[in-house]
């Protein structure tokens, strides 16, 4: 009887050290006052789905995979506030010098909450990009539903092309690509 009542303190001393552990993860990376539910930054919390081994042998969650969207994710994080989930996309750049966010990380941020809708909560508001200097709130608004939904068609249409062209003007963006090597129309 004795080791059931110390097994049971010994339960409850991890327990809190966890949810300790947590908040200080949480405190750390910006993210909003909630319940850590998902993880893809090495603090693993299998509560969305046991957890998978990657080829490093490294612990991590599963991703999230939506069937009617054909879309699969790894948000960096997802807290759930009591009032819904909100993904976190964690950046180790500087926010642009604009203010803005990149529109590729809004596209990014967009496509968790549109994983968190279809297969969490359908109710999602927001996102949140935390960037090393900012943290910005991204609105999970009707019309940016569509652009993401438009720019994921857009993709697939891509795949299915016998040629795609490049759709900017920014060397930066070439000199970082790794198609660079084999396309026609790189401008570095």
Same mark, same amino acid.
């Given at each position: 009887?004795?080791?059931?009542?110390?097994? $049971?303190v010994? !339960?409850?001393?991890l327990?809190?050290?966890?949810?300790r552990?947590?908040?200080r993860?949480? +405190?750390?990376t #910006?993210l909003p006052? *909630?319940? $850590?539910?998902?993880s893809?930054?090495?603090?693993?919390? #299998?509560?969305? *789905?046991?957890?998978t081994?990657?080829?490093y #042998?490294k612990?991590?969650?599963?991703?999230?995979?939506?069937?009617?969207f *054909?879309?699969? /994710?790894?948000p960096?994080?997802l807290?759930?506030? *009591?009032?819904?989930?909100?993904?976190?996309?964690?950046k +180790?750049?500087?926010?642009?010098?604009?203010g803005?966010?990149?529109? +590729?990380?809004? @596209?990014q941020?967009?496509a968790y !909450? $549109? @994983?968190?809708?279809?297969?969490?909560?359908p109710?999602?508001? &927001? #996102?949140?990009?935390?960037?090393?200097?900012?943290?910005?709130?991204?609105?999970?608004?009707?019309?940016l539903?569509?652009?993401l939904?438009d720019?994921?068609?857009?993709?697939?249409?891509?795949? $299915?092309?016998?040629?795609?062209?490049r759709?900017?003007?920014?060397? /930066?963006? &070439?000199? /970082? &690509?790794?198609?660079?090597?084999? !396309?026609?129309?790189?401008?570095?």
């Amino acid at each position: 009887m004795i080791w059931l009542l110390v097994a $049971l303190v010994i !339960c409850l001393a991890l327990a809190a050290w966890i949810d300790r552990v947590a908040h200080r993860v949480a +405190s750390q990376t #910006g993210l909003p006052e *909630g319940k $850590l539910i998902y993880s893809d930054t090495g603090f693993v919390t #299998g509560k969305l *789905g046991p957890a998978t081994v990657d080829e490093y #042998g490294k612990k991590v969650e599963r991703p999230l995979v939506s069937e009617r969207f *054909g879309l699969i /994710g790894r948000p960096d994080y997802l807290v759930d506030t *009591g009032d819904g989930i909100i993904p976190v996309e964690v950046k +180790s750049a500087r926010l642009p010098a604009s203010g803005q966010p990149y529109d +590729s990380h809004i @596209l990014q941020l967009a496509a968790y !909450c $549109l @994983l968190v809708e279809d297969l969490l909560d359908p109710e999602i508001d &927001c #996102g949140i990009i935390r960037y090393r200097d900012a943290e910005v709130r991204v609105d999970y608004t009707p019309q940016l539903r569509i652009v993401l939904l438009d720019v994921i068609e857009d993709m697939r249409a891509a795949r $299915l092309a016998a040629e795609v062209h490049r759709s900017h003007d920014e060397s /930066g963006r &070439c000199a /970082g &690509c790794r198609m660079r090597e084999v !396309c026609d129309e790189a401008l570095v």
